[in-house]
């Protein structure tokens, strides 16, 4: 007889031997319960479809008596590089991660060379081009900043200028991404300026704009302009992959008469009956494509914290909404889209996550949330809180990275202890199988016996590069750490080598050698090579200082990757570095310099052999050099831009290079 033809309950019943309930000479049969099926686990973040928890739960930031700003304020900033993904013979942007290229102010193909206006407010301004719509405004008008298309010949080390795209007024050009046919252009209203100017209100990211300009350059002479995708809001941070540009950006809504931070009764109420009557249309940053608006975000699609998690800590209020699109670079169109209500401030994208970071600064205890969303599809991956503060920024953003389906991060804690100032620990953290949530596999740097860097020593250089992680801690001396992490549990210190000075970049030249970038005992910019082929003895190859026959000299290389060009050869490596170097020279006072020092690593495929090698300098305009600086290498062609100067020739004579602006 069926089961389907018996009599049952819903949630459990009982089996009888009969439907009849038990006739005479019926056996008697053990109970059978059916439990019910099991919901599908949740994480710290969650979200819906059309319940309206979403406004509820944005409306509970903005209610909060007395609510103080978090930290998302401040300015949220990149994460983590790897070796410049040098091809075909020619330099590219250094980036964090190997596969994942970056959004940069100079732009290189191959073929044509795209230079956006310096952001540091010193942008120079091309000859006229011979058409009449090109003609010098009035002097009473100031030349809009323009974007420049140069076509490279590296056989004679020169470059021609091919057109200029006008930008519109009021606007900054955050960079740039190049292929072989498309020029993507990042522009913003709200750039941070020279200094990185923190927003410290949600006020910072009222009324902004973020566009993303995509131009077909198959002609370098008649660039198009083939779509425009416009975002309400201010840029985060962006990314490219294959033909995907990721791009995340900040909102906050200006609605009339809503307080970001009440602290009266009465400004509760009124934010309440203002939110009351709002719409999504209303919160979410308005989106278009072509001028046309689209709605690829619902207000409760955004992930927003379950109060009920044990990882669920309040969090000061903010009206700030940070939004996720993934965009078609050559059809322009939004493939995927995401939005989170929750503070964010450091964003990883690795080839298969990304990491949305906030160090909570608002609890005593600290510490830093990791949340993880696949970088294909935008899904939440799980959450997890670890202790101290994961940086980041220029070369900080060397403190995370993903490998082997695992997320590593170096963070640091303060300890208020004058004895033993600061607290660095690696932590290896990974997906759980069974349920949206993250775990951490293995940690190091709690152990006395193995801790990273001795006491009041603080974090400069860190690198992760396939199962190793290399770090540099300093205060009288550099300590370089190796870390084994080919068991994910078991993270180790495994060699350790103390050398003067300290690095703030490190690049991994090959497994056996490891090049750092930094400061010199006299505090002079230095290059040192290690040699890391018995990773349980690291020693030293030699150092060279930049500008030591000076006073001073600094470069902004050690603080911004994208300065730094590295280019791999089959048995020779090139890399330049911009500096700045001054002081009194024979007698004569106030002497300043600026310059691209160029350096080769020879014999690289014997370690104990292997060497850093100066070929020669760039000379620069004085005062030229800073964070904006770049070095475009081509086979044997050397192109150098900076504030003043767009320079070419050859890498066998820098000194004879010459300007490529007509005069």
């Known amino acids: 007889m069926s089961i389907r033809n018996c009599c049952c309950a819903s949630v459990a019943f009982v089996l009888l031997a009969s439907c009849g309930g038990g006739g005479s000479g019926s056996s008697s049969q053990p109970p059978v319960v059916i439990e019910p099926p099991e919901p599908d686990p949740t994480g710290l973040w969650i979200r819906s479809n059309s319940d309206g928890e979403g406004l509820v739960s944005y409306t509970a930031k903005l209610t909060q008596i007395g609510a103080t700003r978090s930290a998302t304020g401040g300015a949220v900033l990149e994460a983590a590089p790897a070796a410049d993904a040098s091809s075909g013979g020619f330099s590219s942007t250094y980036t964090l991660e190997a596969n994942v290229d970056e959004y940069d102010i100079v732009k290189y193909n191959g073929s044509t060379l795209a230079i956006a206006p310096s952001r540091s407010g010193c942008c120079f301004i091309a000859e006229p081009l011979a058409a009449a719509d090109s003609l010098p405004p009035p002097p009473d008008q100031p030349a809009l900043p323009q974007i420049e298309l140069f076509l490279t010949d590296p056989t004679s080390g020169a470059a021609s200028l091919q057109s200029v795209i006008d930008l519109d007024e009021g606007v900054n050009a955050e960079g740039m991404y190049l292929s072989e046919t498309g020029l993507q252009v990042l522009l ?50 962006s990314r490219r992959t294959g033909d995907e540009i990721h791009i995340i950006s900040r909102h906050a809504p200006n609605i009339a008469g809503l ?274 082929s018995d990773i349980s003895r690291p020693t030293s190859q030699g150092l060279i200082e930049l500008g030591a026959d000076l006073d001073w000299g600094y470069s902004p290389a050690q603080y911004n990757r994208y300065a730094f060009t590295y280019l791999t050869g089959d048995t020779v490596d090139r890399l330049t570095v911009p500096y700045a170097a001054g002081g009194v020279e024979a007698g004569l006072c106030c002497i300043h310099v600026d310059r691209v020092a160029l350096f080769e690593i020879r014999d690289k495929a014997s370690p104990a052999d292997a060497a850093i090698v100066a070929v020669g300098e760039v000379a620069l305009t004085p005062g030229s050099v800073d964070g904006d600086t770049r070095v475009v290498l081509d086979s044997e062609a050397l192109y150098v831009i900076s504030r003043t100067d767009l320079l070419g020739g050859f890498w066998s004579n820098p000194e004879a290079v010459s300007s490529m602006r007509q005069e």
């Not at 350059?217 to 779509?227: C, F, I, M």
């Not at 800590?313 to 670079?329: C, F, K, N, R």
């Open 259 to 532: 307080v970001a931070f009440p602290q009266t009764e009465e400004e509760v109420a009124n934010n309440e009956a203002i939110l009351a009557e709002a719409s999504d249309e209303d919160v979410l940053p308005e989106i278009r494509i072509d001028g046309e608006l689209v709605s690829p975000l619902t207000f409760d699609g955004c992930y927003r914290v379950d109060p009920e998690h044990p990882l669920a800590v309040p969090a000061p209020g903010d009206s700030t909404i940070t939004t996720m699109l993934t965009v078609s670079a050559s059809s322009g169109e939004i493939l995927r889209s995401a939005c989170t209500l929750e503070p964010v401030t450091g964003v990883y994208m690795g080839d298969t996550y990304v990491a949305l970071t906030h160090v909570r600064w608002d609890l005593e205890e600290g510490g830093t949330m990791v949340h993880l969303l696949d970088r294909d599809s935008f899904d939440y991956i799980g959450s997890e809180k670890v202790e101290g503060d994961l940086y980041s920024g220029g070369n900080a953003d060397f403190r995370i990275s993903e490998s082997s389906g695992a997320l590593r991060l170096v963070t640091t804690q303060w300890t208020g202890d004058p004895e033993d100032s600061f607290r660095h620990r690696l932590y290896v953290v990974s997906p759980e199988a069974n349920a949206p949530e993250l775990e951490v596999l293995g940690a190091l740097g709690d152990d006395p016996e193995a801790r990273i860097g001795k006491p009041n020593e603080d974090l400069y250089g860190v690198r992760f590069m396939g199962d190793r992680a290399y770090m540099v801690t300093f205060e009288r001396i550099d300590p370089l750490y190796v870390v084994d992490l080919s068991v994910l549990t078991a993270p180790v210190i495994v060699g350790e080598l103390e050398v003067p000075g300290f690095s703030d970049l490190l690049h991994e030249v090959s497994d056996d050698l490891l090049l750092g970038l930094g400061s010199s005992e006299r505090r002079f910019p230095k290059l040192e090579l290690f040699n890391v």
């Open 188 to 237: 913003s209203t709200a750039w941070w300026g020279v200094y990185g100017d923190r927003f410290t209100t949600p006020d910072g990211w009222l009324d902004e704009q973020v566009s993303l300009k995509s131009f077909d350059v198959t002609d370098p002479e008649n660039p198009s302009l083939a779509s425009e995708l416009s975002i309400e809001g201010a840029l985060v941070t």
